[in-house]
């Protein structure tokens, strides 16, 4: 059985269908991508995968369990962990405390334990932090431990986030949109970032504007147009599909215009 | 973070502590150690305004009202019914823990600032309710001749002991929230206030954390004004005002986000601002009624002149001169 | 309880929840341009009654004219405090703004106690302190003139949104100010003349109910608490249910004084504002909607 199954699930915000009635499976250990032009309704999808919105219909089930109408942060805790298309890390904090704050979906200190300062906090407490520096030198940000998030530049502020969501030791991270805004340097390391983390055991779940990053890491695509599946496949087939080619061609003479 | 204490650090709170402990041994004056006994009252509630405000970023107009319920409860207690102080101040905090968890859990479901205007309209009702309930409050004159604060036999009977008692309680209740705020509890409190969406990805429950931190800062100020009933030994509902509950918003704000030693030094400050003639010597009786003429304005222009200058209040001002050194750190 | 009672209970309700709503419209205005909660409203409440009594009993102006005085300055120092105090944190922080409108509301009533003592102040009736009977219930023909001015300044505002452009860029700008920036209008300039209006239909508010409340430099929060639970119970950002919400609110709290008793009848306000935080925070106006990520 596969890791994560989407089932028909549709999407509407008011009289628009955002997404419509997509189905497909993600099998653990791929690198899997869902693709498609802007307005494609690929964010809607992700958000919706994740728990952090709700479709009108369809069913996301993870290991066999149904993901919607749970509280997002209990998908996370079940194994699931995400980034953001905006990055949303948390600013004042630095670089090693972030991804220390990702390790809170399998932590256990509470209030009253940590007011205490219970023997058992400090291990854990001193764990999270050899964690969370093994993880930030994962993706390359050894060197950025203690740099305040808001004074990171934006190509490693997506790296802080892939580590942070790595610390919930997730089963299935899934990426938003993770090469939007990065040169071809940082898109090269993000690329060898998921190779380590997928070779580490962690299925992943890329969402992507770009063709570049997805036609070389992907074992598998899903491609979206105006909300629907048109096409899914290993990437060289994808490439050669005339529907695929037909959406991106598109929005090339949309663009134009 | 990893155990490391920073000298520094140690070095300035061991000198305040012991500044703080040796006041009683060093002035005899009644009237000063009364106001800085008041001071260490208002450090127990900024402790938990400041895990509120500074750290979760929630506000309460409402902390008055948990104050007031906590004094009131913690009296009753101890003159009717008779229970040792002991059980009174458990009493005010279970009350105050249990109004708080009723008013945060509507409140902080959703995004948006409610908890602010719920608790405002909290601390109203309970205004009403110290004036009406007279078999417990004693109505508008309030209760006087509360006992002092006594554990079994030992009497906390003069200016100096009530003195230690409040400040020995008000250190306790810091070094309790310093553990906190640099746990894994602290880092989720923090994450929500940077972004609940990030939060929520690391599966913080961001309602969860809101709602404790809520709960834990109102049973605080139950716990204070326990304290505060029985060393003064007398309670009206005029110290429980929608006015104190600004005052305490206004040391939250200037104190800052993300500290403790911020928030405690703007309630030394601001606290002692209708006191000015304790640690004024020969300031003149009408320059002091005037600056209690004119505290509400300068407690609304604080906050105000806060948020626009120093939004990190003074918190930031000290992680400033000690780069990288951060308490929370 | 008799039909006439019961029906006096119901006007007494009517003429309260008219002062609420415009309250509340108030509330909504600033929500919709800002997304805070402003709580200052309940001042500018207070200031409508105070600076009307002012103009009327210090300067001496005839009362139509004192009244126009007191809504035209409490729209002024609305404008001013939006100025002064809102605009300059220029990153539009929700946190920050509330807290400023806090600090705001603890400056305005302070400032009127400095101005016009603590003593409670009153205006005349604006035609008489006579009474109307209707179907065996009195109503006083202020009342009268509170439910006029309320439907007055709802149709006004009605007209403002829906027949100027003005009300058209409010309206965009509530929806999205990044958006409306791109077609020009400046949000700043939409948050201040929200201000401005907030305070005046406060202002109008306090100036209506003066003659048979009085008022008093501290009377802001608790009004303003019930102009909010209005506006929640309404669905916050919507005018039409803000009105809505605060005739209910004021409903609900008549009947609570007919049935229970009057003493915690300010409690129906926060009852409301977190029964519907808890069950139904669209408000019971309000179409179902899920935040979108």
Redesign the interface.
């Known amino acids: 059985m596969s890791l994560l199954q989407v089932r028909g699930v549709t999407r509407r ?1 008011g009289g628009l269908v955002a997404v419509d009635a997509v189905s497909f499976d993600v099998h653990e250990g791929q690198i899997k991508a869902v693709i498609g032009p802007n307005g494609a309704g690929k ?1 809607t999808l992700f ?1 919706v995968m ?1 728990a ?3 479709p009108n219909d369809g069913s996301v089930l993870f290991d066999g369990a149904e993901v919607i109408g749970r ?4 998908v ?2 079940s194994g699931m ?4 298309q905006n990055t ?7 670089a090693h ?1 972030n991804v ?12 009253l334990a ?4 219970l023997p058992w ?2 291990r ?3 764990d ?2 050899e964690e969370a520096g093994r993880l930030l030198r994962l993706v390359g940000l050894g060197e950025w431990a ?1 740099t305040p998030a808001a004074d990171m530049p934006h190509g490693l502020r997506r790296l802080l986030e892939i580590a ?2 790595l ?2 030791r997730p089963r299935v991270l899934l990426l938003d949109e993770p090469a939007a805004g990065l040169n071809t340097a940082e898109t090269a390391s993000l690329a060898e970032a998921l190779y380590r983390i997928r070779d580490a055991g962690t299925t992943i779940v890329v969402v992507e504007h770009d063709m570049g990053l997805v036609m070389e890491v992907s074992d598998e695509i899903v491609v979206l147009d105006r909300g629907c599946k048109i096409a899914e496949g290993p990437p060289r087939l994808i490439q050669k599909d005339p529907a695929v080619v037909a959406a991106y061609l598109g929005e090339e003479e949309a663009d134009e215009l | 973070m990893l155990g490391r204490p920073d000298i520094r650090l140690v070095v300035i709170v061991a000198v305040a502590l012991v500044a703080v402990f040796a006041l009683p041994m060093l002035t005899s004056e009644r009237y000063l150690l009364r106001v800085f006994t008041f001071v260490g009252v208002n450090v127990i509630i900024i402790t938990g305004m400041a895990l509120l405000f500074g750290y979760a970023g929630q506000v309460s107009l409402g902390h008055a009202a948990f104050y007031g319920i906590g004094a009131y409860a913690s009296a009753f207690a101890v003159i009717n019914l008779g229970w040792p102080w002991p059980a009174g101040v458990a009493l005010a905090i279970v009350l105050t823990a249990a109004g708080g968890f009723l008013l945060a859990l509507p409140s902080l479901r959703l995004k948006g600032h409610y908890l602010a205007m719920a608790t405002l309209g909290f601390g109203e009702i309970m205004k009403v309710a110290f004036v009406e309930a007279r078999p417990v409050t004693g109505g508008p004159d309030g209760l006087s001749g509360i006992p002092y604060p006594a554990i079994g036999p030992f009497e906390f009977d003069t200016a100096g002991l009530a003195y230690w008692l409040v400040w020995g309680v008000a250190a306790v209740a810091l070094l309790l929230a310093y553990n906190v705020v640099r746990s894994r509890a602290g880092r989720a409190m923090r994450a929500l206030h940077g972004s609940e969406l990030g939060a929520t990805a690391c599966g913080i429950d961001i309602t969860g954390i809101k709602v404790r931190v809520f709960v834990i800062s109102a049973s605080l100020a139950g716990l204070a004004g326990a304290l505060y009933a029985h060393v003064v030994g007398f309670v009206s509902p005029s110290t429980f005002s929608l006015h104190v509950s600004v005052l305490l918003v206004a040391m939250a704000v200037l104190g800052g986000t993300g500290s403790l030693a911020g928030p405690v030094i703007a309630t030394v400050l601001l606290t002692l601002i209708p006191y000015s003639d304790a640690v004024i010597p020969g300031l003149s009786r009408s320059a002091l009624e005037t600056i209690q003429e004119w505290q509400e304005d300068i407690y609304g222009l604080t906050i105000i002149a806060v948020m626009l200058f120093v939004p990190g209040g003074i918190g930031s001002l000290i992680r400033r001169m000690a780069p990288g050194r951060g308490e929370a750190r | 309880m008799g039909g006439v009672e019961l029906l006096q209970f119901a006007l007494a309700g009517l003429k309260n929840g008219a002062i609420y709503a415009l309250v509340a419209l108030g509330f909504t205005l600033v929500y919709a341009a800002t997304g805070a909660i402003n709580f200052a409203q309940g001042e500018f409440y207070m200031l409508g009654g105070m600076l009307s009594v002012w103009a009327y009993a210090g300067l001496g102006l005839p009362l139509p004219v004192a009244g126009l005085v007191g809504v035209a300055l409490t729209a002024v120092v609305g404008g001013v405090f939006e100025f002064l105090a809102v605009r300059p944190r220029k990153d539009g922080d929700l946190l920050a703004i509330i807290i400023i409108t806090v600090g705001g509301s603890m400056v305005l009533s302070s400032a009127a106690r400095h101005l016009f003592g603590p003593l409670e102040k009153a205006l005349p009736a604006f035609s008489g302190t006579g009474t109307v009977s209707i179907f065996g219930a009195v109503l006083e023909i202020q009342s009268l003139w509170i439910l006029g001015l309320t439907t007055l300044a709802v149709l006004a505002l009605w007209y403002l949104y829906n027949r100027t452009s003005l009300g058209r860029a409010m309206r965009a700008c509530a929806v999205n100010r990044d958006a409306a920036r791109l077609v020009g209008i400046d949000p700043r300039k939409i948050v201040t003349v929200s201000f401005v209006l907030a305070a005046a239909l406060g202002a109008l508010a306090g100036l209506a109910v003066t003659p048979l409340t009085q008022t008093a430099f501290d009377v802001g929060p608790s009004v303003g608490i019930k102009g909010f639970a209005a506006a929640i119970l309404g669905g916050l950002g919507n005018p039409i249910a803000a009105v809505a919400g605060g005739i209910v609110l004021g409903m609900l709290e008549s009947l609570s004084i007919a049935f229970i008793s009057s003493t915690y009848k300010d409690a129906i306000a926060l009852v409301v504002l977190l029964g519907v935080l808890f069950w139904r925070p669209q408000g019971i106006f309000g179409a179902s909607r899920r935040e979108k990520v």
């Open positions: 915000f964010s958000n994740t952090f919105d709700r509280r997002p942060h209990l996370v805790r962990a995400r980034t953001f949303q890390l948390f600013e004042d904090m630095t405390e220390m704050a990702g390790a809170h979906a399998v932590t256990k200190t509470g209030f940590a007011a205490l300062r906090t400090v854990e407490e001193r999270v932090a203690e942070r969501a610390a919930a």
